[in-house]
């Protein structure tokens, strides 16, 4: 308090004496008035008081305001007030312009007064529960006054927050308020508390926050919304940069798919307004956050393949190729599209399949690259679409192989008057803008990149430099430029095209003894190299000297001394006479010590603010990282070391060939062991199969014989029952002579139909064939004739004799209803006699309907035994199957153990092989270690490397040597 009354004290206009005592005096009303409508009046007028004399305020009624805040919770009126006034008092936003020191005095001013609220972190905790109080006139300025403390104090104000219970989790709830002004600026609270600090936005992240901003975007409008999707990607990108964590929840809550609508633009190119334009920015670099290539390779690998399953990568290249987009969108968009695809094979041979929509439809690759040689497009955008061609080509040998021939022949003579990748990069190669040779030979290098076989390729490129001359290599074409120097009138850099050149060329000559080669066969070229080293020029050809001593460097150590004029020993002994070895390792360290060099190895887009500052490319800074000490050491390495290095070369070359010959046996035999084991396996979970099969089926078939026996006990015993059934019924005394004669009679009448039934079908069978046999086509005319007459009469008879059949079945079948009547008279008489008799039992029936019940349920019994012997039938079938399938299963356990045998006898003998193997390679360790104590007694410094590999081999032979017992001890 003291050092701010000092301030007010030093100031040279403050407040007239009547205003500091209405100061006072209202301060003096809030802490001693008992009523509340006092109090609050006095809050009131010390707000309208605050913006005109903030320092007089804040110094005198803070406490007493913060002293409200505790105390007059219930009332919200005068709680706004107080809290309307610590924010005027806090706060630097200011609407009038005022002079620059006084917007600094202000800004000191508050974070003064901050530094005072936030010493008691109560104040702070207060603030919070303050916000949870539902009523506009508390919330919304309670919302302002943290802003504003985060704004003066961040990081201290944050780690108050961090420690106070729930206190991020009460800030969330803003998110979901109805009322937009406290949405909106409640979002604009967490954008200040989120800024830099990882563990508030870990808790911010899992308290639901992407869910929240994610639908307050899509209720806005996405793109086309306001300020209010501007200030949620800003917290959306607060939440994401440098923060893995959260990138991972990002990706695993699915919320990647919610980002493809964000870039739905439309067709209508019309309404690109400002506000547009930059939420479009922003989602794009939202998507940048998330595959950057300073990320951890696994999530950005992750997160590019779940950008290409939901389709964000097509909407992106939809956008690429559409028309009337603004410049800065589609060099935003080409940059995210690089990023998406980098080092990504799907994502990439997706890109090399978009069209532009022209007619005819030509490669995206091919309508950038024409961009990149372009002159006239901005430069901003040329880099954008280098930065994507070498996204496209980084990992990604398939595409490198796909430019690299367009530039041959064939492809060309089968490509007709269509422009290709190629040939657009040798345009802007040799042509007279400089910007656009270094842009050319940088994106020819990436498709040289890390790859021996392009290398190789590309020499066979010829090109057609004037009519009636022959034709000239590509090589030969880019040292021909290099010699040349500043005779050829550029536009642009004086250095930039030479720069490139030699990029181009280093890359190509590196790990490539058959480049080096054509290279040194151009006799002009070593001279040509030696001279620019060797001269003494100004600061600016010094970084072409470095290149120059490099691609000489290159020469020397990847020569394969092919060519006995320059053989590594000539070249080196060249470079003493011509240069000097410490001049020439002091030109090649000018590389590493330029001022561009290392902000070139930082990213690896490139991003300069002006053509002048391209000079090195990201790729080539490693480049020269990895040889500039190797090719030091080569230089300064003598003619004897050199061979006795070649010897042992050579020697590690033939060893590492027996050894990788043996490891190839020692696979392939490992594959074959492996695959007879599967077969081995697989055989015996068939037989466990069958087995298994065999065992239910034996068990359903004792099962089936129980329900027989069983079924065969119930029925003689229900027959049982039903003959004492049947008795009982003839013992009631209920006329049983009349019941028995006429069953007895129908049973008679019945048997007499039956055989009338059987002649009478006899007969029908016997009318039919000889009907048939009258008809049938087969029979030859004689014999048809000479049998027409007897067949005839035997016809007549049969048919009087069916006659009389048919006369006596009618007369039967009379007399059988005439008996049926009879019947059921006799049982009406039966029952009504019953009903007089008293009755001795419920159970007891007439005997008639006993009668008719026993033969239903014995003919139902019958029916049930017939069923269940043909069950038994057809079991004893399945029985006899399943034995033979056991049979089988049996003969081919027998083949397997047979084939077990077999391969019992192949192991001892791989094992036999092996071991063979592994004394041949400890005669060759030993060698290896003669020859190494050879060189260290010749004074030649022996390389850790090579003790390594030699090391690392002994370990792999004797993993192979354990692999391998443990395989013999797991057959045995």
Known sequence: MNFLRGVMGGQSAGPQHTEAETIQKLCDRVASSTLLDDRRNAVRALKSLSKKYRLEVGIQAMEHLIHVLQTDRSDSEIIGYALDTLYNIISNDEEEEVEENSTRQNEDLGSQFTEIFIKQQENVTLLLS??????????????????????????????????????????????????????????????????????????????????????????????????????????????????????????????????????????????????????????????????????????????????????????LCTILMATGVPADILTETINTVSEVIRGCQVNQDYFASVNAPSNPPRPAIVVLLMSMVNERQPFVLRCAVLYCFQCFLYKNQKGQGEIVSTLLPSTIDAMGNSVSAGQLLCGGLFSTDSLSNWCAAVALAHALQENATQKEQLLRVQLATNIGNPPVSLLQQCTNILSQGDKINRRGSKIQTRVGLLMLLCTWLSNCPIAVTHFLHNSANVPFLTGQIAENLGEEEQLVQGLCALLLGISIYFNDNSLESYMKEKLKQLIEKRIGKENFIEKLGFISKHELYSRASQKPQPNFPSPEYMIFDHEFTKLVKELEGVITKAIYKSSEEDKKEEEVKKTLEQHDSIVTHYKNMIREQDLQLEELKQQVSTLKCQNEQLQTAVTQQVSQIQQHKDQYNLLKVQLGKENQHHGSQSDGAQMNGIQPEEIGRLREEIEELKSKQELLQSQLAEKDSLIENLKSSQTSPGRNEQSSATASAGDSEKVAELKEELATLKSQLNSQSVEITKLQTEKQELLQKTEAFAKSVPVQGEGETPAAANSTDVEGRLSALLQETKELKNEIKALSEERTAIKEQLDSSNSTIAILQNEKDKLELEITDSKKEQDDLLVLLADQDQKILSLKNKLKDLGHPVEEEDELESGDQEDEDDETEDGGKDQDQGYL
């Open 130 to 315: 303050l916000l949870e109080e539902f009523d506009f006139h508390v919330r919304w300025p309670g919302v302002k006054l943290l802003t504003s403390l985060l704004k003066q104090l961040g990081p201290q104000v944050q780690q108050i927050i961090l420690v106070s219970p729930m206190g991020v989790s009460r800030l969330m709830d803003l998110l979901a308020d109805s009322r937009e002004v406290i949405r909106n600026d409640g979002v604009l609270l967490l954008q200040a508390l989120t800024r830099s600090n990882g563990a508030i936005q870990k808790i911010v992240a899992f308290e639901n926050a992407f869910e929240r901003l994610l639908d307050i975007i899509t209720e806005e409008g996405n793109s086309d919304g306001g300020i209010v999707v501007e200030d949620c990607l800003i917290l959306l990108q607060n939440l994401l940069k440098n923060n893995n964590s959260n990138q991972n929840f990002f990706k695993e809550g699915s919320y990647i798919q919610r980002m493809k609508p964000w870039f739905e633009v439309g067709d209508e190119n019309s309404g690109w307004s400002a506000q547009k334009v930059t939420n479009l920015h922003l989602m794009l670099q939202l998507v940048r956050v998330l595959v950057s290539p300073t990320n951890p390779p696994g999530a950005t690998s992750s997160c590019q393949k779940a950008m290409f399953q939901c389709g964000l990568l097509q909407q």
